[in-house]
């Protein structure tokens, strides 16, 4: 590796992890993800149980909760405690902000089988997801999804592609990525939007590479075919560097919340034709800036 990617590397895992007085945590890697114990997601959470979360959820980005046992309203209720609840689009037939992650049996296609992070096409994108997966492929196994975190992509470039993509803009457009054979419904109210294409974590200010294959049309200072280069480039980063990511192995009644802006998903489909089912609830976030 080049030194200033060592560099990068090491000043994350050199992090001082926080003092937490409520929960266990372990982190997965050491760049992304941890397991929390110690809490019970169906109750009410105190104040200091909230501070604790919030204070992993920044640290590790994606925080993994096993064997919870959890309503449709507990669940949104944990989600309420970081923000606004996010409105699905399109609008399912129940609950507007439930939707179901849902595979049957022999299905083509799951969603999120690509890397991205959710909702970056909208104006204000979304803060974090929480997904609770009930039921895991007949299979026993199947269906892990993978996390990459988008801070240390970025810090692993050379300065001078740092400094280079700083300048730039992305335009993230909801219609962007086709699916064979899936038609976008006619409700769905399409969200096309401009963010910086590197942004700002909101909390922290760490920069963060914003940048993915299924929303990003194009980066508009740059021409069609340097604009087309730059996106492959950038789009190839979650997939190529196996040290960005952490994986999450779901057992029946995990529960795991993830920052939509310093980490991108993919949901492998390694369990065709087997079944898989879950609830996904949505925060709100703020609009992104440089
Ligand atoms: C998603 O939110 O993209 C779905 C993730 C998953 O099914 O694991």
Redesign the pocket.
Known sequence: MEQYELDALEAVTSRPSPEYSTITVDALTPVIGAEVSGIDLSQELTEEQRADLHAAFLHHHVLVFRDQVITSDEHKRLAGYFGELRPVNPPPPGDPYL?E?STSKGATE???NRW?S?GTADAEPSLG?M?Y?TRIPEAGSG???LFANMHLAYEMLSPAMRGFLDSLTAVHDGAHFKVKGYTLPPEYVVPVNEHPLVVRHPETGRKILYVNGVYVSHIPQLSDEESRAVLDLLNGIPSSRPLLHCR?R?TPNTL?FWDNRSAQ???SYDYYPFT?Y?Q?VAINGGPLKA
């Open positions: 939707l992650i799951v969603a999120g991205h959710d997801s997904l997966i269906g892990d999804t999450v779901w795991v998903h993919h949901a898989r879950g996904r």
